[in-house]
């Protein structure tokens, strides 16, 4: 909301500290976001007086005219230095080439001297401004520019020359002489604040502040009447949900042309265009009183047969076109209102028409039954509706617009729905200063004196004469709430002595009605006393209960000044819940690992979840934005993945290729009978690249799946959690048909399922390429989800405390020799249960593939096993015999054969000699085995290099 500091003064005493002035209201609540000033963009712009005027030699339709513009005078071949005001110099009138036709000889104008950056051009030089040079034109020498009210930013008159009056100063600077200089706040107008979203609402704003009066402005004579409005136009309202007050006035023979300096400026000042005095006193009415007004052609209205014309409040019909001011014509749908002429029918397609909810939209009006131009009696497709020539709240339709030729206006002045309006304006991108009044609310109790104040005014800027009273339907009004204010509470509440007459005041200020509170009661020394009946006004749709009185006495009585107190409640002690505690844990630890917290829209592209890929249950769908700021981000999220891939993209697309970022938030998804969506908590992680730079002692390597896997590990093993398992994830794809990618998202061979026990928390894996390249990814990334409420409930508050070992451990060796369907955890998993509470620990540390020594679709697992007793040291005669007992249980259950068995050993089954001690030679086995590993697997590393020999 843009705010005239010269504007305002006619309205209220306002500070001349224009500093301090915009502080206050920033205490009060009214943001100042810039503060500008007009005037200062015309800086090499004066009053200049036409000498001669003469016919260009080479161009009939300009004119080479002298123009002397007093101390700025200076010939095309002067030095800056010379265009001093008040030097002694004597010089020469400028000479001007000119286009205009509509001045003479002894005229004076505004003239932009060279060098002067002309304020309301569409020129691209210097940064969107044109700047004015000498140059010649058609072989003569210009050195300025005789200006226009357009050129100005004063108007829309292009047509000529701005002619000033004849005791115009030559050479004072046009801003000072047009008295243009002016100050413009521009402020930050919270939703709930419609009533400053005017002049008059930022009056009373002040007034309240600094306990002053405050006045409408400027004066408006009462117009000449005629007639009656109701003898002019009937209105129906067909819903009233849409539009709850619907007035028109009627203004007849008015001269559609220039707006008056005063009203041009004020206007301008605004941040509206100055287009001509019926469309600038509609725009003034709007930003002095913040009632949107339209202005139709009154004569390009259908009539009845009495000449009277009908306006209907309808809803749009699906399918339904209209072409709006701007010459574009548009299809509208059943949640657009519009504003229809009721004697002109159009017809409308039934199917289409099926579509509507309110079937209260089909035009059935007595006074129209026998029209003609509707034939739906012999054409059963057809339905008869009012033509439409608005839509509601937003923008007005090419076939009534005001014209230079119009003469008869009606003047629209209502309140629509605001939720209506806000669709209706963000789906068709149609912005404009009435839209954003309406989406935040228009008081309806006072649009018919708004309108009556802007017909008087169209009257006095174009001339006509008003119809006298309004044609007016109120459906419904508005019944205002009466609040109390018990001045105890309000102290009590607001930590300050804030004396009730002051708190009064303050609200009456505010235009509320205050009266104190019917008292029963005897005690003089009873609460009720200082309880108070608050009436808010009909502009203040924010004030509906007691608390909201609180803050309007707060903020105007000064925040600043409440006295600072420690607040009282000895012995509470605020505590973390034990959520809080994990959630904070799990932060934490993933910033302790090197992964950076991050935030992303909770609004989503609806094309996030097929592009990602993730299969969505049937039975989850994407929550809708009734009201959504663009199609981008008209749905809910249902992942977090797809934002922090935008994220990654970004960051490679800037030269960051080292990206680890995680999101703690919330997913969204409904279905079909649901009132509120289902909101699930989750964990959401992408890497990308590697840990760290390459350095002098240590080269980058880039972070895999089993990083990822790793930091699951490491998470859960913070939250005390059962140790998790990793089930490999399937995929469907095949590699050579890419019809069939959409059904994995990951991948394959790098994927799985996150479970703790029974629990499942999520997956983890590598993103598939294709779902990269849909979001613009140079880059593989690493990436896994978990369910942050099932975090939460797999982790244990208390950790069990384990004894530091007392007794040593005995190691053995497994080398197993086994299909690669068969995964490492089941094997873990039978050595465990073989082994019993002796085994204390398990280590996978090595993995060995080779189709020449091992066989197709074999691999080699080795396995380090600890043994070891919390009551005794264990013999080595105990540890052997249990150790063959889990080779016997591994190659029964997984029909695996452990490595060395070919040396003539009964599944490679430890031997004893007769003293019970290990045989030598088996010993010998174990060691060379182990060494034959090893080296068989450096072997093979070399031999897939091809370019390495072994020495």
């Known amino acids: 909301m843009k705010v005239s500091y010269k504007w305002l003064k006619t309205m209220v005493s306002v500070p001349d500290d224009i500093s301090a002035f915009a502080d206050r209201l920033d205490m009060t609540g009214t943001a100042v976001e810039d503060i500008s000033s007009t005037g200062a963009t015309m800086d090499g712009i004066v009053v200049g007086q036409i000498l001669t005027k003469k016919p260009h030699p080479n161009a009939d339709s300009l004119w080479v005219t002298t123009v002397d513009v007093g101390a700025n005078n200076k010939t095309c071949n002067d030095s800056s230095d010379n265009n001093i005001a008040g030097n002694n110099i004597a010089h020469e009138p400028l000479q001007i080439v000119c286009g205009a036709q509509n001045f003479n000889a002894g005229d004076k104008v505004p003239v932009a001297t060279v060098g002067t950056i002309m304020p309301n051009t569409s020129a691209t030089e210097d940064k969107g401004h044109f700047i004015i040079k000498k140059a010649k034109l058609r072989g003569i020498e210009s050195c300025g520019m005789n200006c226009s009210a357009k050129e100005l930013g004063l108007g829309d008159d292009h047509a000529g020359l701005l002619i000033l009056p004849k005791d115009a100063p030559v050479g004072m600077p046009i801003a000072r002489y047009l008295d243009i200089c002016d100050t413009v706040f521009d402020l930050e107008i919270t939703p709930n604040r419609p009533d400053c979203m005017s002049m008059l609402g930022v009056a009373r704003e002040v007034a309240a502040i600094y306990d002053v009066d405050f006045s409408l402005g400027k004066q408006i004579d009462e117009p000449k009447l005629d007639g009656k409005a109701t003898d002019c136009v009937k209105v129906v309202i067909d819903d009233a949900s849409r539009c709850s007050r619907y007035t028109a006035a009627i203004i007849r023979g008015v001269k559609v042309g220039p707006s008056p300096q005063w009203l041009a400026e004020r206007v301008t000042a605004a941040g509206a265009r100055s287009i001509n005095n019926v469309v600038d006193a509609t725009n003034y009415i709007m930003f002095e009183l913040g009632q949107p007004l339209h202005a139709f052609d009154l004569d390009t209205l ?128 149609l912005f404009s200063e009435a839209a954003g009044r309406y989406e935040r609310g228009v008081d309806a109790a006072t649009c018919g004196d708004f309108a009556q104040r802007a017909a008087a005014l169209i009257a006095l800027v174009a001339g006509g004469t008003v119809c006298e009273g309004l044609a007016d339907v109120y ?36 235009g509320c009605s205050v009266s104190r509170a019917a008292n029963d009661n005897s005690c003089a020394n009873d609460n009720s006393l200082d309880i108070y009946n608050v009436t808010p006004p009909s502009f203040r749709p924010d ?189 469907k794809i095949e590699a050579n048909d890419e019809s069939s990618q959409n059904e994995f998202w990951l991948q394959p061979g790098r994927a799985a399922s996150v479970l703790v026990g029974s629990l499942q928390l999520g997956w983890v894996g590598e993103i598939h390429p294709l779902v990269l390249r849909d979001f613009d990814v140079q880059a593989s990334v690493l990436a896994f989800e978990l369910d942050f409420n099932a975090l939460l409930v797999a982790a244990n508050a208390k950790r069990e405390y384990k004894d530091v070992p007392q007794y040593p451990a005995v190691e053995r060796d497994i080398a197993i020799t086994l299909d690669t369907a068969i995964s490492c955890e089941r094997v873990e998993q039978v050595i465990r249960t073989a082994a019993g509470a002796l085994l204390y620990n398990i280590r996978l540390f090595d993995v060995y593939k080779n189709t020449e020594r091992l066989g197709v679709n074999k691999q080699s697992l080795a396995f380090a096993l600890e043994y070891r007793s919390s009551e005794r040291t264990l013999t080595a005669d105990e540890v052997d015999k249990l150790h063959n007992k889990v080779l016997r249980k591994l190659t029964a259950a997984t029909g695996g054969k452990v490595r060395g068995s070919e040396d003539g050993s009964e599944d490679g089954k430890v031997h004893e000699n007769e003293e019970g001690r290990d045989d030598d030679r088996t010993a010998k086995n174990l060691v060379e085995n182990a060494v034959k590993n090893v080296a068989e697997n450096v072997l093979g590393n070399i031999a897939c290099d091809g370019e390495q020999s072994v020495r």
């Open 475 to 510: 459906v419904n009004p508005k019944e205002l709430p009466i609040l109390n204010l018990d001045c105890h509470r309000l102290r009590r509440f607001i930590g300050a002595d804030i004396a009730s007459d002051e708190a009064v005041a303050i609200l009456e200020r505010l």
């Open 543 to 731: 004030l509906e209960r007691e608390i909201d009185l609180y803050e309007e006495i707060l903020r105007i009585w000064g925040m600043q000044n409440v006295p600072l107190t420690l607040p009282t409640g000895a012995g509470r002690i605020g505590l973390f819940s034990i959520e809080q505690i994990r959630s904070e844990r799990i932060g934490a630890s993933l910033r302790a690992m090197g992964i950076n917290e991050t935030m992303t829209y909770a609004f989503a592209s609806p094309q996030d979840m097929q592009l990602l890929r993730l299969p969505v249950p049937k039975d989850q769908k994407a929550v809708s934005l009734l009201n959504p700021m663009n199609a981008d981000q008209s749905v809910m999220r249902q992942s977090i993945i797809p934002g922090l891939l935008r994220s990654v993209a970004y960051n490679l697309n800037h030269g960051v290729n080292d990206v680890h970022l995680y999101e703690a938030g919330v997913v969204f998804s409904t279905s079909e009978g649901r009132k509120l969506p289902r909101e699930r908590k989750m964990l959401a992680c992408v890497l990308c690249g590697s840990w760290h730079q390459q350095q002098w002692n240590e080269t980058a390597r880039r972070i895999d799946f089993f990083d990822v896997k790793g930091i699951i590990q490491s998470l859960l093993r913070e939250l005390n959690c059962q140790a998790p398992r990793f089930k490999v994830l399937e995929s």
């Open 302 to 429: 259908a009539k009845d047969d009495h000449g009277k014309a009908q306006i209907v409040v309808r809803a749009a019909i699906d399918g339904e076109k209209f072409t709006t001011l701007d010459g574009i014509q548009r299809t509208l749908s059943n949640d657009i209102t519009v504003i229809s002429d009721g004697n002109a029918i159009l017809e409308v397609n039934k199917a289409n028409f099926n579509n509507n909810k309110n079937l209260d939209s089909v035009y059935r009006s007595e006074d129209n039954t026998s029209n003609d131009s509707c034939s739906n009696e012999n054409n059963t497709d057809a339905i008869c509706v009012p033509q439409a020539i608005a839509l509601a709240g937003v923008m007005g339709g090419l076939d009534s617009e005001v014209t230079n030729s119009t003469t008869n206006i009606l003047l629209e002045s209502a309140t629509f729905s605001s939720s209506h309006t806000s669709r209706t304006s963000r789906n068709l991108q």
